[in-house]
């Protein structure tokens, strides 16, 4: 034996173990990745419903296939999917159903009572800034700028709300009034800070806590409500359950004001006017829309009113719309033909073709369809948003027309110009039955949506489309 090549050989033989070993773990590792990819394959198919359990035949059939492979073409694509899919779409169940027979009627009653509807235009007047002012407003302007947590306040000085909650409707109420909103009552101040930017929900109440403890549950669950404020204006007497309800609310910031009425129609000039329903109302409604857009100075004010029940997506969509209409300049509209935004599924060209194919979920302009819009040659008041310069138009001519309620008014300024409002295939409010002003307000088509929708898509990224 050559024992000069011996550390040759054993070298050589060495790196033969060496490769066995490797090529030996190499294969190992391969079966191993194999058999976790099937399992992980069996799992993904189990969880979709696509598993086949056939003991004779286990090769997958053609449609199985076809699942499996858009299953995991989802999984592998990491590019930005379009913002206005439907996968950004949440439908959530109201556990409501309706016969065709019944939907089918719904809509003929509908469409008759809101094609038959009709207010001659009114020409809005053009005015002047002088013309704006609104004598000894309260709050001031100066009063806006003060905070006071209104719980604490109450807690310090119950004497003093236990006497003002106690004073009957009359003039003597509204200088106590006037004296609370210099204090600027906040609720969730310290929790909810304004941010810099946010369009104001504001909300008016009277007397009664039903149906509004509804409407408050319902703000509550809407989408970013925290990102913005409520502002509330109470206008009568009685109001202490009011406000030991809105105590309750924890969701979003609110500024709490009383509405001085006595004081407000000497102020306006108004006060030999007869008293009805209507100038009670109107003078409300210009008091609270005075608040927010110049006093406060918003662009844009978002109502609601205590017998509507936001969806979750009611803020969203405001601020979406705002943005669009307002702001940017990819809106293929124009902008001098809009008069409001509305938030209700409202109007002769819904009414009388899209309510029963979405009470049956078929068709267009469904609750999915949430991105798309119809211009409606009518004004809803229910939830809509509106404009500053809009405002000014109704604020010009508001005076003329105490005997007719406001939202007349403002569907009269609407058809001056052949102007539309914007109205969503996707409901963003929903009417709460309730006995009201006008008598009893029972239960309508929109109580029978199977489905309401919320969308995840961030407002400042949402694209819209109009179906007419």
């Known amino acids: 034996m050559n024992y000069q090549r011996f550390p040759s050989i054993l070298k050589t033989l060495i790196i033969v173990i060496l490769l066995s070993v490797l090529i030996f773990f190499i294969f190992h590792i391969n079966q191993r990745l194999h058999s976790t990819a099937e399992r992980e394959t069996n799992v993904l198919m189990e969880d979709n419903g696509d598993i086949q359990s056939n003991s004779e035949n286990n090769d997958l059939n053609d449609v199985t296939k076809n699942k499996l492979e858009n299953i995991t073409a989802k999984i592998k694509v990491t590019k930005e999917e379009p913002y206005n899919q439907l996968s950004e779409v949440v439908l959530i169940p109201t556990g409501e159903t309706i016969s065709r027979e019944d939907a089918l009627k719904i809509q003929h009653s509908q469409c008759q009572g809101t094609s038959s509807s009709y207010v001659h235009p009114i020409a809005p007047k053009n005015i002047i800034e002088a013309d704006k002012n609104w004598p000894l407003f309260s709050p001031s302007k100066q009063d806006i700028d003060m905070e006071t947590d209104l719980s604490t306040w109450i807690i310090k000085n119950s004497e003093e709300w236990y006497d003002f909650c106690s004073t009957p409707y009359s003039k003597e109420l509204d200088e106590k009034k006037i004296r609370m909103n210099k204090l600027g009552f906040t609720i969730n101040g310290k929790k909810y800070p304004t941010l810099p930017f946010h369009l104001p929900i504001w909300i008016r109440a009277y007397k009664r806590t039903t149906p509004l403890d509804i409407s408050l549950r319902a703000i509550c669950n809407i989408d970013d409500i925290e990102k913005t404020i409520l502002i509330v204006t109470i206008d009568g007497d009685g109001f202490k359950d009011i406000i030991n309800l809105l105590q309750k609310v924890t969701c979003v910031k609110i500024r709490v004001f009383f509405h001085p009425f006595w004081h407000n129609i000497r102020q306006l000039g108004i006060e030999h006017i007869p008293p009805t329903t209507a100038r009670t109302l109107n003078t409300h409604y210009v008091y609270g829309m005075y608040l927010g857009l110049h006093i406060m100075n918003y662009p844009y004010v978002i109502t609601i009113e205590d017998d509507l029940e936001a969806t979750v997506d009611f803020y969203r969509y405001h601020l979406s719309m705002y943005e669009w209409i307002y702001n940017r300049s990819d809106a293929d509209i124009d902008r001098s033909k809009v008069f409001a935004i509305c938030t209700f599924a409202h ?33 809803g008041s229910w939830g809509s948003g509106i404009h500053k310069s809009s405002f000014w138009e109704y604020w010009s001519v508001w005076k003329d027309n105490l005997n007719r309620v406001y939202d007349g008014v403002l569907w009269g300024l609407r058809n001056y110009g052949s102007r539309f409002c914007i109205t969503p295939c996707s409901p963003r409010v929903r009417l709460i039955p309730n006995q009201g002003t006008h008598g009893t307000a029972e239960k309508k088509w929109d109580r029978f949506l199977s489905s309401l929708a919320r969308w995840n898509t961030p407002p400042i990224k949402r694209k819209y489309k109009f179906l007419n």
């Open 347 to 379: 109007g002769p060209i819904h009414d009388c073709n899209y309510i029963t194919p979405k009470l049956m979920n078929e068709g267009l302009c469904q609750v999915k369809d949430v991105d798309t819009l119809l211009k409606e040659p009518y004004f």
